[in-house]
C-alpha cells in the first residue's frame, strides 16, 4: 500500500507536501534528488493522496480510488515513465491533448514524470503553456535527479522540493576528504580544490561514487542552509561557509553536475579526469 509512513528520511519535506494535500496543493511539483532518494515513490505516494477520496490520512489504502491505484487501474492517473530513454516531443504533444480530458472517476487528474530531464527541449516546450495555465483539475508532478536540464522557463513554475540521500547511503569514512574539498571550495582556493578532489583519484569506484554523493549531500545541506531550512545530513564541513558565499541556482546547479558525476562514475569514466573535471567545473560553476 502506497503509505507516507514508509519514508524514515527528509521529514520536512514529507510532513509539507502531507500539510498541503489537506489544504491547497500545488498544480505543479518538482521533485529533485539523488539517485535512489525515493522521488519517484514520493511522487506515486502523492498522486495516492490527491486521488484519494478519504476526508483524512490521505492516501487510506481502503477507499475505491486507493484500491484502483493499488492495482495500476486508476483511470484519472498517467505515468510517464521512459527509465533513462529520452522523452520526445510526440508524447508531451498526446500528454498535452489527454490533460483536456475531464477526468473519469475524481475531480482530479494527476500526470507523473519520471526522469523529467530527459524531455527534449521540443518536448518541455510543448508542455511549458500546459504548465504555465494547467486545467484547474490537473496536477503534474515531476522527478530529476539532474534538474539543471529542465528548463528555466518549466522550473519557474514549480513548487521544488530537494530529497536528500538516505543516511545508510553515506560511507562517513571519507568525510574528511570531502570536508577538505568543501573548505577549499568555500574559499575558492583553486590549488586545494585541486589538491583535494585528487585524493578521491586512486579511490575504488564505489568509494569514488560515495564521495561524489557525500559531497552531494553537503550541497543538499548548502540549499537547505541557504533557505533556512533544518534537515540537513551531514556533520558541518564547510557547508554554512559554501551557503553564504555561492547562490543558490550556483549550488543547485553545482549539485546537477555532481550527480551527472557520479552518473560518468557508473559509466566507467576514468578516476582521473572524473577528479580534474570535479576541481575544475565546481570552481567555475561557483565562481565564474
Not at 577538505?180 to 568555500?186: C, D, E, R, T, Y
Request: net charge neutral; charged share 25%.
Amino acid at each position: 500500500m502506497l503509505s507516507f509512513d514508509s519514508f524514515s528520511d527528509n521529514k520536512e519535506v514529507i510532513q509539507s507536501l502531507k500539510a498541503a494535500l489537506n489544504h491547497r496543493f500545488p498544480q505543479t511539483v518538482l521533485l529533485t534528488g539523488s539517485e535512489g532518494s525515493g522521488k519517484w515513490s514520493l511522487a506515486k505516494t502523492l498522486a495516492a493522496g490527491l486521488l484519494c477520496t478519504s476526508n483524512t490520512n490521505k492516501p487510506c489504502g481502503i477507499c475505491e480510488s486507493c484500491q484502483k491505484l493499488k492495482h495500476n487501474s486508476h483511470p484519472d492517473l498517467e505515468c510517464i515513465d521512459y527509465d533513462d530513454g529520452e522523452i520526445s516531443v510526440a508524447v508531451a504533444r498526446d500528454l498535452r491533448k489527454k490533460i483536456y480530458i475531464l477526468p473519469n472517476d475524481s475531480d482530479r487528474r494527476v500526470i507523473l514524470i519520471r526522469h523529467a530531464h530527459k524531455l527534449n527541449i521540443s518536448a518541455q516546450n510543448a508542455l511549458l503553456k500546459v504548465l504555465e495555465e494547467p486545467p484547474k483539475y490537473a496536477f503534474f508532478i515531476l522527478t530529476s535527479e539532474q534538474a539543471g536540464g529542465i528548463l528555466e522557463t518549466i522550473r519557474s513554475r514549480c513548487s521544488k522540493y530537494h530529497l536528500a540521500p538516505k543516511n545508510d547511503d553515506f560511507d562517513l569514512s571519507l568525510i574528511d576528504n570531502v570536508s577538505g574539498f568543501i573548505k577549499a571550495l568555500s574559499s575558492a582556493d583553486e590549488y586545494k580544490m585541486l589538491v583535494n578532489a585528487m585524493s578521491f583519484e586512486k579511490l575504488s569506484k564505489s568509494k569514488l561514487k560515495n564521495a561524489l554523493g557525500l559531497i552531494g549531500a553537503a550541497l543538499h545541506d548548502c540549499i537547505f542552509i541557504a533557505n533556512n531550512l533544518s534537515g540537513t545530513v551531514l556533520p558541518e564541513i564547510g557547508q554554512k561557509e559554501l551557503a553564504s558565499k555561492v547562490s543558490y541556482e550556483r549550488l543547485i546547479k553545482l549539485y546537477d553536475f555532481i550527480e551527472a558525476l557520479r552518473l560518468r562514475v557508473q559509466g566507467n569514466a576514468a578516476p582521473s579526469i572524473v577528479c580534474a573535471s570535479l576541481c575544475a567545473e565546481a570552481y567555475q560553476i561557483c565562481f565564474m
